[in-house]
């Protein structure tokens, strides 16, 4: 009976075991099909290294994506992360050169893959129907979602470096279809090694109007040190009045030399949070905002790249919450306070500088007297502002800056081709949200007006083209800086050079024709090559100032003959003929 009994427990307990497992298997599966919506496979093939990392500080906006290093070389194959469709193809000189984004219809992401050399055979035959229904290299198109259907580890590319890419790799995207907001692709896992926490390297102090740093109304900036894994700095602070804080700050991962950017940083007074930044999610139509996150000013002059751990007045980037007197401090006792920033990357690496500032009560010493000049003229942030002057008229949309300015300009003499003064219009350190016009009155003569146009210079005798149009003696453009401006003239042709073709060539073996060309002075507005009088395809490598026309089915076997236009910003133009045999 006994014997019955233990019998009979050893199968109910087995029984609990199956049940027990049967509710494992369940959780299991569960979490699994939670997680297998996002559950992309890489979009390359072999380990992810990174070159940059999404929120990254970049001019003028946050890195949208990552970098993945392609180990040195072009031509890599590009796999698509999920299944989808290509809704968008783009290929452009700048940017991010030729383009491929995939919707994926499960997940509610789409994938941007950019700087690509090359699409793979299936996309490319439509777009370069595209490029030649257009005549045009610049192409941008939507195709609908039964157009290009894309499996999950389908190639779609070989990577590459074309646009605006400093060196061959992958930018790799993941947006909301919705939104278009970017995510932080690496929210998705992708495998990267990096048990590496942040380095933190300088610390900024920022004196407002009446504020005192050791005793003086000036920023400080202090040198952060790391002794045994701990960072620190020298000596404590000892501040009266209202003060914000910076941070210079980079992320390195396993293996990978480069300094990325940071994901999160966190700023605690007495161990209240008052200011937290995270780069999960970015918004393209605020990412310009970076100007008014980043000490602008630094980043000019010094070259470093402080996050600002306050929300200066007129910043409107929803990356901050926690936010306490928009992470302004302002300690009013004359005790002891601990100041803490914590800065992690995505993978949860964490460094943390603490240290001790004391408040005085000894205000007002040392006082820096304000500079001293009749011509500045206050610029506020919500409203208009019209500068105007004999020679210069400037005019500002409300909300054009980050913060109020003592609008400063002047004037000096002409300097080697340049018709009429100077203007020095306020400090190019000073970053400028919205385009402005700027209106510029010169005597120049009638039959070369056509060739001049209004350039920013820094008075080395380097210029660089801004356009312009004439009414009567007033030329006016718009920009989106301030600095130095002046009208200069370009009355030269843009220079074409044949790379391998000459008139009387002969291809044999050669798959491309390959011409260089160059504008010194207003630039390159457009080029045009034809063979017999058709239009063709030629792709312009900026970087290198190369044109290629990759010979392809449509050149038939015999003579023929290839021309080139190329125009610059103010019309001058240069036409390159050459005969040729293929
Ligand atoms: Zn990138």
Request: charged fraction near 25%; hydrophobic fraction near 35%; glycine fraction near 6%.
């Amino acid at each position: 009976m006994l014997y019955l009994l233990n019998f009979l427990k050893i199968i109910i307990s087995q029984k609990k075991m199956k049940i027990l497992k049967f509710f494992l298997l369940i959780v299991m599966l569960l979490t699994y099909t939670s997680t297998i919506a996002q559950d992309y496979s890489a979009p390359l093939n072999f380990r992810m290294l990174l070159s940059g990392t999404f929120g990254e500080l970049r001019g003028n906006h946050f890195h949208a994506g990552i970098d993945i290093k392609t180990e040195g070389v072009e031509g890599q194959k590009v796999y698509s992360i999920a299944d989808g469709y290509i809704s968008r193809i783009k290929v452009s000189t700048w940017g991010y050169g030729k383009v491929l984004y995939i919707t994926h219809p499960e997940t509610g992401h789409t994938s941007v893959y950019a700087h690509l050399q090359s699409f793979s055979a299936k996309i490319d035959s439509i777009v370069k129907k595209k490029h030649y229904q257009k005549e045009s290299f610049e192409i941008n198109f939507y195709p609908n979602a039964n157009t290009i259907q894309i499996k999950k580890g389908e190639v779609i590319a070989l990577s590459g470096n074309s646009g605006g890419s400093g060196g061959a790799h992958l930018h790799f995207e993941i947006r909301d279809t919705k939104t278009e907001h970017p995510i932080n692709p690496l929210q998705f896992g992708f495998n990267i090694a990096d048990n590496i926490p942040p380095n933190l390297s300088k610390l900024k102090i920022y004196a407002f109007d009446t504020t005192l740093i050791d005793g003086y109304n000036k920023s400080k900036i202090i040198n952060i040190k790391k002794t045994n894994n701990k960072y620190a700095i020298d000596e404590n602070p000892k501040i009266n009045g209202s003060f914000g804080l910076g941070i210079s700050t980079y992320d390195k991962s396993n293996d990978s030399y480069n300094k990325n950017g940071v994901y999160s940083i966190k700023l605690c007074v007495d161990t209240n949070i008052c200011y937290k930044f995270t780069v999960d999610e970015l918004d393209f139509s605020t990412s310009r905002f970076i100007n008014a996150h980043i000490d602008y000013a630094e980043k000019k002059e010094s070259k470093n790249k402080y996050h600002r751990c306050y929300k200066l007045p007129n910043n409107k980037l929803t990356n901050y919450s926690s936010l306490i007197n928009d992470g302004i401090i302002n300690i009013q006792d004359t005790l002891t306070h601990l100041i803490s920033l914590e800065v992690t990357d995505i993978y949860g690496n964490i460094s943390e500088l603490d240290f001790n500032i004391k408040s005085t009560n000894n205000p007002f010493l040392n006082r820096c007297p304000l500079p001293k000049d009749t011509i500045n003229t206050p610029f506020a942030i919500n409203k208009v502002n019209i500068f105007k002057d004999n020679e210069l008229n400037l005019h500002m949309e409300a909300n054009s800056l980050y913060e109020p300015i003592m609008f400063h300009y002047e004037t000096t003499d002409s300097i080697e081709g340049v018709f009429g003064k100077v203007h020095h219009v306020h400090f190019d350190n000073t970053p400028v949200h919205k385009k402005y016009v700027l209106s510029i009155k010169a005597i120049v003569p009638d039959s070369i007006k056509r060739k001049t146009y209004i350039a920013t210079t820094d008075i080395k005798g380097n210029f660089w083209y801004l356009g312009g149009i004439w009414k009567d003696s007033i030329i006016r453009t718009k920009t989106r800086q301030f600095g130095n401006f002046c009208i200069i003239a370009d009355t030269t042709n843009p220079e074409v050079k044949g790379v391998n073709i000459y008139p009387g060539k002969k291809f044999n073996t050669q798959t491309s024709i390959k011409l260089t060309i160059k504008d010194i002075n207003s630039g390159i507005k457009s080029y045009r090559g034809e063979i017999d009088g058709k239009w063709i395809l030629m792709d312009y490598d900026y970087k290198r100032n190369l044109l290629r026309y990759d010979i392809d089915e449509k050149l038939t076997k015999g003579k023929h003959t290839f021309t080139l236009k190329v125009t610059d910003n103010v019309n001058n133009e240069k036409v390159y003929t050459a005969d040729f045999t293929y």
